[in-house]
């Protein structure tokens, strides 16, 4: 959607560190989220972040959210080419009747060549 | 097997027939979505659920109805199709519609309307 926003594509070599970024609009978002999706497949969560916080490391993954700006980004280490799929933000943006209904970027496409 | 499935797996519709894609879960989910998926436009949400009996519309529900008449089930119905809703469709379930709402989304239905 339009509130959430990313860059289409990133293009790593295998082992190298892939960063994905995103912006988003809803500053009363509690909760932002990754998602991957695999060819062919539904969108699987991978990780989220708390809005109070601005770090999350989860194995090969970081998460950095920076509250003030409405930035967040998703670092993978060691990226190998099993990591290529696409890659979705998405805000827990705040819905009619207190319910919440995340909304997503675009997704970035994450190609990883040896 | 806990989880979400959605059918038919893909589907070729003449323009004008009626169609409902299926999807259910069981995990006892609350919340259920409807997303379509089209190529550089990232996921865009149709309808949801936050309980069973109730609905709403998302971002793109013109041409769309939905129901909810358990917790399991989330047909999605196509009046009268038309080739604009060629589109990959997801279902989607949370556990709730609060403000940490990890989504489970099915494998897909791909829609053809010629």
């Known amino acids: 959607g339009e509130d959430v926003e990313q860059s289409l594509f990133l293009s790593v070599r295998e082992g190298d560190s892939s960063v994905i970024n995103c912006t988003y609009t809803?500053?009363?978002?509690?909760?932002l989220y990754w998602y991957k999706q695999e060819p062919g497949a539904g969108l699987q969560l991978l990780t989220y972040?708390?809005?109070?916080?601005d770090m999350k490391q989860d194995q090969r993954l970081t998460v950095l959210l920076n509250k003030k700006d409405k930035h967040l980004s998703l670092r993978i280490a060691d990226t190998q080419t099993g990591d290529s799929a696409i890659y979705f933000c998405?805000?827990?943006?705040?819905?009619?009747?207190?319910?919440?209904?995340?909304?997503f970027g675009r997704g970035t496409s994450l190609i990883v060549h040896p | 097997i806990a989880g979400i499935t959605q059918a038919p797996t893909s589907q070729i519709l003449a323009a004008g027939r009626r169609m409902t894609l299926r999807c259910t879960q069981d995990?006892?989910?609350?919340?259920m979505y409807w997303y379509r998926q089209d190529l550089g436009l990232g996921l865009r949400l149709i309808h949801y659920?936050?309980?069973?009996?109730?609905?709403g519309k998302g971002e793109v529900p013109d041409g769309y109805s939905v129901s909810r008449a358990n917790t399991d089930d989330f047909p999605l119905t196509l009046a009268s199709a038309v080739p604009s809703q060629t589109s990959v469709y997801f279902c989607?379930?949370?556990?709730?519609?609060?403000?940490?709402?990890?989504?489970?989304f099915g494998p897909g239905t791909r829609l053809t309307v010629l």
């Open positions: 995990m006892r989910h609350n919340a």
């Open positions: 972040i708390f809005s109070n916080m």
């Open positions: 998405a805000e827990g943006a705040h819905a009619s009747g207190g319910s919440y209904i995340p909304t």
């Open positions: 989607a379930s949370s556990r709730t519609s609060g403000s940490h709402n990890e989504q489970f």
């Open positions: 809803d500053s009363s978002s509690t909760y």
């Open positions: 659920s936050n309980t069973a009996g109730t609905t």
